[in-house]
């Protein structure tokens, strides 16, 4: 693989696309950095990785999940050894800090520790039959071709949460990844490509829309694991209802923490500034809502302003950096859009709201507090996606249930308290998939359901044992004798 010129991966050999179109890949820290040109493929191209993939399909499935689960074994030594490498193309293409780039491998590492392990775990039950001489039980069967659709927030960890599973499963996958992060998803498949993988089992094929929605219509894709925005999410929906397309969609978020008159205040700001400003807020689970009791409100704000105000805008790859860019010009532009927006609705700025300098040309957005905003403000409502944080009052535990719970979004949710009753009835309340109480509210498990509520997720949940429902189908059998 040439990186500075990365095709597709089809049928076990990097290809041009057929389109002849490339696109660069720019660093958001310094524009004048490209890191190469990338495929800019069209359906063509997505039609010969998913011929490819439904070659592989029978040998590889006739291999079973043991023997599966070798491969990925090997990609977990291979991802070991070229930790830095992944690291620092995160880095480069994404924007975020190095230490955060080495957890999202790290987060990589465990997913395919996770789903190796799960190999001897794949089974069904055997149940009694209702006649004499019978034998009746379940198993699993992968349900084919699948087609993997990931955003560019985590370019390693979320393909790796897709393409693991599926290949343990028995399932060959043609890979798409964001436009914005292609260079991480070449190492990806490259490194499974060095572990051994058969010709074909995993495709990728870099692009936009068109590879995408090729990929949804395509015929032999049995199903489609997308993680991206909700407009998109149901646009894929919609297109393969028709077929009755099996889908899994990891969604947006509009995420809370709910701060109590009785919490420990500073635990609450250390885990508000990390939920809200690590990645620069770009993560599905990103704080981007901080419902504090009135009796608390003043004094979590000056505590938030404070360290808000001292953390340092910069470059991903320089170790005084805090916050990191924001990936792209659109991106900073819709983030700055949203803070304007939020002022003629009310809120006012308690710090940030302007794109910050940089020492080289990029996507710096300084990291904005947000106070006096409305429950029912878009800002309250509405995903930003960068380093925007909005605070809003309530008046104890029940309004603040009831605030943290008035979006149409239910990713994470996160409550500080010290009364350990108001613990247990938030874990029953909040409607949102993934809660933390006292900690952060960003951060998952390999072995946890990545899991939303509401539009937040459709379908089964990635991670977990529960992904199985996704990349596998049912099967009952009764054998008489
Ligand atoms: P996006 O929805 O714009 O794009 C996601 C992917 O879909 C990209 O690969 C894109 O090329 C592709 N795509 C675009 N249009 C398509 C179509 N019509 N058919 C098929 N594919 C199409 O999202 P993004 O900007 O890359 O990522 C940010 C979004 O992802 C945010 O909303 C964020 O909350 C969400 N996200 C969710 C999770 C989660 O686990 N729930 C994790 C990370 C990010």
Not at 328 to 333: N, Q, S
Request: proline letters at 7%; one cysteine or more.
């Amino acid at each position: 693989m040439d990186p500075q010129h990365v095709h597709n991966h089809i049928d076990g050999r990097w290809v041009a696309p057929e389109t002849g179109r490339t696109r660069p890949d720019v660093n958001p820290a310094d524009t004048g950095d490209v890191i190469g040109e990338f495929a800019e493929s069209g359906g063509v191209d997505a039609e010969a990785a998913v011929a490819a993939a439904h070659r592989a399909g029978p040998a590889w499935r006739a291999l079973g999940p043991i023997a599966r689960a070798a491969y990925l074994r090997r990609a977990w030594q291979l991802l070991t050894e070229r930790r830095d490498d992944f690291a620092d193309a995160i880095t480069r293409e994404q924007g975020k800090r190095t230490a955060e780039a080495r957890g999202e491998v790290d987060r990589a590492l465990a997913v395919l520790d996770f789903t190796a392990g799960e190999a001897r775990r794949l089974n069904g039950v055997t149940t009694p039959a209702e006649e004499a001489r019978t034998f009746a039980c379940t198993f699993r069967v992968p349900i084919g071709v699948v087609g993997l659709i990931t955003p560019w927030n985590f370019p390693l960890a979320i393909p790796m949460w897709k393409v693991a599973p599926a290949l343990l499963a028995g399932c060959p996958a043609v890979l798409k990844p964001s436009p914005l992060t292609p260079l991480t998803a070449a190492l990806l498949v490259q490194l499974f490509a060095d572990a051994g993988l058969p010709d074909g089992v995993l495709n990728l094929v870099q692009g936009d829309r068109p590879v995408g929605e090729a990929l949804v219509a395509h015929p032999d894709v049995a199903g489609i694991s997308f993680t991206g925005s909700v407009p998109v999410g149901v646009a894929i929906q919609r297109a393969g209802a028709p077929r009755l397309l099996r889908t899994q969609l990891e969604l947006g978020g509009k995420n809370a923490v709910i701060v109590l008159a009785d919490a420990d205040l500073e635990a609450a700001t250390d885990a508000i500034v990390h939920g809200a400003f690590g990645q620069a807020g770009q993560r599905c689970s990103a704080t981007s809502r901080v419902v504090v009791d009135r009796q608390v409100e003043q004094a979590l704000l000056d505590r938030l302003v404070e360290r808000v105000s001292a953390l340092r805008v910069g470059p991903g790859a320089a170790a005084e950096t805090d916050v990191c860019p924001v990936v792209d010009g659109d991106r900073l532009a819709a983030c700055l859009a949203a803070v304007e927006q939020a002022q003629t609705e009310g809120a006012k700025v308690a710090c940030g709201g302007f794109a910050a300098s940089g020492p080289t040309p990029g996507f710096y957005m300084q990291p904005t507090v947000l106070r006096d905003v409305e429950p029912d403000a878009t800002i309250a409502q509405e995903e930003v996606f960068g380093p925007v944080l909005s605070v809003i009052g309530c008046d104890g535990f029940d309004d603040g249930m009831r605030i943290s719970n008035s979006v149409r979004y239910g990713m994470s949710g996160t409550l500080f308290t010290r009364d350990p009753a108001r613990m247990f009835e938030a874990l029953e309340r909040f409607e949102a998939g993934m809660l933390h109480v006292n900690r952060p509210g960003v951060g998952a498990y390999a072995h946890l359901p990545h899991s939303g509520a509401k539009a937040s997720q459709f379908g089964p949940p990635e991670c977990s044992p529960q992904v199985w429902d996704f990349y596998t189908e049912w099967r009952s059998a009764c054998i008489s004798y």
